[in-house]
């Protein structure tokens, strides 16, 4: 698919972009300015965001799950995350197999 | 972190900082990675694209955002803009990492690939790794060493989840999919920064929300909006304190 391959060469060239104005302006700018705590605010809600959107609103096979599972994911995960001391490993792994689990938990309950 | 053991060489330390990839960090990035290679896998893309994504963007969230704009049909400039935007934190955190590793003031070649390979889990571990080890030469292999395995994992990573989630059942192949958005909402929880939690909350709701007015603009301006209001609360809320 050469349209991919095209868009992806923009994307990486953009995305190295950042990198390489960093490398040039690195010491000459304070990494603690209000413009960093804005780009970094951004940042992180558009990551955060979009992941948030994959699960309320998947496209392609995720779509093929039940909504409460995904959410049902997410609860476990988070809550064993914060249950052991923000084990990242451990909230992560306790989602993926609550969101294997839970289809057939839900079927014995309703 | 303890390095007292450790010869005093560049092979050394790079060897140290590729065995101290092997561990959290790197089970951690081969998960997230497989994730992103389900994703890519299920979006319609090739192995080889998704492969080029990690290995040319290597920063998840411009290679998420990618894959799901591209399944989603959206056209060229809002999906590089889109991605572009998503990927914007490396600016700051080159920023933050050059200092750490580079031997005086100033610019050399060896600094662009250094800012490539760089990315959020290196970050948080050469700032673990710099507080035990001063000598410059010696932080950098150290950081070669810990990048070229997370790369090498990243890489493996992704095309294993490309192949398993055609191979694997439904829901172990939707199961993976659903890898990468816990594995980064995580990572983003694990801050301790006010700032970055609220805006981790507000973009959870605001991109949701921008996605079902626009497909195609919805994840930059609800993520703009998001975290631009999440920067404002917080600096008034310090003012008024």
């Known amino acids: ?110 | 972190m303890d390095f007292r053991r450790t010869e005093q060489t560049w092979g050394a330390y790079f060897r140290q900082g590729m065995k101290h990839c092997v561990r959290a960090p790197g089970i951690g990035l081969f998960a997230a990675m497989s994730g992103f290679g389900a994703l890519a896998k299920d979006s319609g893309v090739s192995l080889l694209i998704a492969l080029g994504m990690t290995g040319g963007m290597w920063s998840t969230p411009g290679q998420v955002a990618f894959v799901e704009l591209f399944a989603a049909g959206v056209g060229g400039v809002a999906l590089i803009a889109s991605v572009t935007i998503a990927n914007v934190r490396m600016f700051p955190l080159t920023i933050a990492t050059m200092p750490l590793l580079r031997k005086r003031p100033g610019v050399e070649n060896v600094h662009f690939w250094m800012a490539h390979v760089n990315s959020v889990t290196s970050f948080v571990q050469v700032v673990e790794m710099c507080r035990h080890v001063s000598e410059k030469n010696l932080r950098a292999a150290y950081f070669f060493g810990f990048t070229t395995a997370c790369m090498s994992l990243g890489l493996l990573g992704t095309a294993f989840g490309y192949t398993m989630a055609a191979r694997m059942p439904g829901l172990i192949a939707r199961a993976l999919m659903l890898i990468t958005p816990l594995f980064m909402l995580l990572l983003a929880a694990q801050s301790s920064r006010r700032a970055v939690l609220l805006s981790v909350v507000l973009g959870c709701a605001l991109v949701p929300a921008g996605y079902l007015v626009s497909t195609n603009w919805g994840l930059l301006t609800g993520g703009v909006l998001a975290g631009t209001l999440a920067f404002a609360i917080e600096r008034a809320r310090k003012r008024n304190a």
């Not at chain 1, 302006?25 to 948030?52: H, K, N, Q």
């Not at chain 1, 994911?73 to 995350?81: Q, R, T």
């Open chain 1, 1 to 110: 698919m050469p349209d991919a391959a095209i868009l992806l060469g923009i994307a990486v060239v953009c995305t190295y972009s950042w990198r390489w104005m960093g490398v040039l302006i690195a010491g000459r700018i304070e990494d603690d300015s209000p413009v960093f705590e804005w780009v970094t605010c951004v940042a992180y809600a558009i990551a955060t965001g979009l992941m948030m959107k994959i699960i309320l609103l998947p496209g392609g096979a995720l779509a093929e799950s039940h909504l409460t599972d995904r959410l049902a994911g997410l609860a476990v995960c988070v809550g064993v995350f914060y249950g052991s001391r923000k084990n990242l490993l451990a909230g992560l792994a306790a989602g993926v197999c609550a969101f294997i689990l839970f289809p057939g938990l839900r079927s014995l309950l309703f």
